[in-house]
T-cell receptor, first 115, second 112 residues
Framework: GAVVSQHPSWVICKSGTSVKIECRSL??????MFWYRQFPKQSLMLMAT?????????EQGVEKDKFLINHASLTLSTLTVTSAHPEDSSFYIC???????????FGNGTRLTVT | GENVEQHPSTLSVQEGDSAVIKCTYS??????FPWYKQELGKRPQLIID?????GEKKDQRIAVTLNKTAKHFSLHITETQPEDSAVYFC???????????FGTGTKLQVIP
């Protein structure tokens, strides 16, 4: 079945540094991928919609200059958290679908801890 | 925009009993309703889904029902087992993934 891979699974970084998270669709092409943030015991909060070959669409309240999204190919989207701060510590998950009639599949998530 | 309410937020059942989780949505354009199971620290896994042209779908111990008129859909788990313990999320999706809205989640605990 469709598989979405996310890397890294966890990362610890120092405040002020940048972190890149990769999301890959392994056996299908994804023109659209979604990036979510999940706080403990809470639901999935959509951050942005990543579109291959064009600019990402960000949800209200999400800083596009802080959370840089690049969807350079049909199988890869990246989320870069720039100048990370402790409040950016969270669980970040991507998701993708093959076509409108296929399910939405999630990556395995990335646990970001900013010290 | 779409608003999805999910109830209850927590649910404890004895092993072998049934569990029901309900979601209501507001946007009549929503036409696809998946359910996900998420274990602690892991990715949400699709467990069952239903499209708006169907009223009920079943897969072994899991079933989903959809009432388009009332704009609600429910997840039913029968003969619950301890491994069913997890957080369950519903979602309402419209227009070929133009809009994806998740419910707030239900933490299910199955007591052995």
């Amino acid at each position: 079945g469709a598989v979405v891979s996310q890397h890294p699974s966890w990362v610890i970084c120092k405040s002020g540094t940048s972190v890149k998270i990769e999301c890959r669709s392994l056996d299908f092409q994804a023109t659209t991928m979604f990036w979510y943030r999940q706080f403990p015991k809470q639901s999935l909060m959509l951050m942005a919609t990543s579109n291959e070959g064009s600019k990402a669409t960000y949800e209200q309240g999400v800083e596009k200059d802080k959370f840089l999204i690049n969807h350079a190919s049909l199988t890869l989207s990246t989320l870069t958290v720039t100048s990370a701060h402790p409040e950016d510590s969270s669980f970040y998950i991507c998701s993708a679908y093959a076509n409108y009639n296929s399910p939405l599949h999630f990556g395995n998530g990335t646990r970001l801890t900013v010290t | 925009g779409e608003n999805v309410e999910q109830h209850p937020s927590t649910l404890s059942v004895q092993e072998g009993d049934s569990a029901v989780i309900k979601c209501t949505y507001s946007d009549s354009a929503s036409n696809y309703f998946p359910w996900y199971k998420q274990e602690l620290g892991k990715r949400p896994q699709l467990i069952i889904d239903i499209r708006s042209n169907v009223g009920e779908k079943k897969d072994q111990r899991i079933a989903v029902t959809l009432n388009k008129t009332a704009k609600h859909f429910s997840l039913h788990i029968t003969e619950t087992q301890p491994e069913d313990s997890a957080v369950y999320f519903c979602a309402a999706i419209s227009g070929g993934y133009q809009k994806v809205t998740f419910g707030t989640g239900t933490k299910l605990q199955v007591i052995p």
